[in-house]
């Protein structure tokens, strides 16, 4: 089945905030719309997406807009019936189903949008609907807070239309055509009843809200900062080596010459091992020791460089990506300081982030101790992850 999904982008939605259309407000970092967009993107059954935009930003779209070729942008049009008809224009022949989404509503799941291409493939036109949970009065006609209620509707059969309203693509386009010929509405799903076809209510989400009032921006704002707190993660790791004569002195994977090295199975890296420690933890993958036995030959003289690689790569099995990393390395002699980049850059390719997103610094312990002798080498570090999914 093919799944055409069209976003409604067109209005101008200026009341929200000075100057800017409201879609490109943004929520936690990203716009509203680069969120609404990335909904569709990342589901796996649509195939398309029709994002129509007000003519100045569809004449020249943001950079990354252009970069997945199954988003195309047209132009909006004066009412958001206008848009839709326009992106309709534009749309894949061979789609069966296409979705309608106010990109207002940024917070939509991807279950909803299942839910309505499900409903739509076997039932003709679906609108995503939750129901009404205040007792909802119709007014007399007037102005102001003298009016007189004339009627209480009976509220179990009450449901707020949300969006994505979802249909095969002949019935869209009827409802389309309707609308061509005049007849105004103010959603797709109201021009298909008027063309004869039944619409189907599917279960929408209570956080799915259209963020329409300065308060639905605060509220929303305020839901971005909650939720990136929830599904960021930390983690520290710690490690010390012996310094012995004969061997390489490896520190974040780069080899800094000195007349000692660290003593242990791998290479003993203790900027690795301990930047490792601290990335297993903030996922809560346990810890080096587990993944990489100091017991198995495989581990012997391995470059642990390449263990912080597959420990990278075991976080983002488990659903979390590295934002950054801090450690700090502490050692008599030699100076690090001429190494620092290149142990940045070392690092920040096996973690996947760019080389500002990694920090290393160098301490003595004073010549106290067996460090400050001369006779060990350690490393704290702390790692920030974030939930991919
Ligand atoms: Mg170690």
């Keep these: 089945m093919r799944v055409t999904a069209i976003l409604a982008a067109g209005g101008a939605g200026r009341r929200l905030g000075a100057g800017v259309p409201k879609q490109l407000l943004e929520l936690g970092g990203v716009s ?66 296409v979705l309608v989404h106010d990109a207002a509503r940024p917070f939509v799941s991807g279950d909803v949008i299942s839910r309505a291409i499900d409903a739509a493939s076997e039932h003709g036109a679906a609108v995503v609907a939750v129901p009404a949970t205040d007792t909802v009065k119709r007014a007399a006609p007037g102005d102001g807070d003298a009016r007189r209620i004339v009627e209480t509707l009976p509220r179990a059969d009450i449901f707020l239309a949300q969006t994505p309203q979802a249909f095969r693509r002949e019935v869209l386009g009827a409802a389309i055509a309707l609308g061509r010929s005049g007849v105004e509405a103010t959603d797709e799903a109201a021009l298909a009843e008027q063309a004869g076809h039944p619409v189907r209510i599917v279960q929408g989400d209570a956080h799915n809200v259209k963020i329409t009032t300065p308060e ?115 050692l008599e002699q030699p100076k690090i300081a001429p190494f620092i980049e290149r142990i ?46």
């Design 216 to 330: 639905d921006l605060e509220s929303a704002r305020t839901r971005m900062a909650s939720r990136t707190v929830s599904a960021t993660r930390v983690g520290t790791g710690y490690d010390l080596h012996r310094l012995v004569n004969g061997r390489p002195l490896v520190l974040g994977g780069i080899t800094v010459p000195f007349q000692r090295g660290a003593l242990g199975h791998s290479d003993a890296d203790v900027i690795c091992h301990a930047v490792t420690d601290a990335v297993l933890g903030a996922a809560g993958l346990g810890d080096i020791g587990r993944h990489f036995p100091d017991t198995d030959p495989r581990w012997k003289d391995a470059s642990s460089l390449g263990l912080l690689r597959d420990a990278v790569q075991l976080a983002h099995d488990a659903g979390y990506r590295v934002v950054n990393v801090d450690a700090c390395v502490i």
């Design 32 to 97: 509203i719309l680069e969120r609404s967009v990335a909904a569709f993107t990342a589901h796996p059954r649509i195939s398309e997406i029709i994002l129509a935009l007000p003519a100045d930003i569809a004449a020249a779209p943001p950079e990354w807009l252009r970069q997945d070729p199954r988003v195309h942008v047209v132009p909006g049009g004066p009412r958001r019936q206008d848009s839709v008809a326009n992106a309709f224009d534009a749309i894949d022949q061979a789609a069966d189903v």
């Design 344 to 389: 940045r850059a070392s690092l920040a390719e096996a973690l996947r982030v760019p080389a500002d997103f990694v920090s290393v610094k160098g301490k003595t312990n004073e010549g106290v101790d067996a460090i400050g002798h001369g006779d060990a080498v350690a490393a704290h570090a702390v790692a920030l992850l974030e939930q991919t999914r």
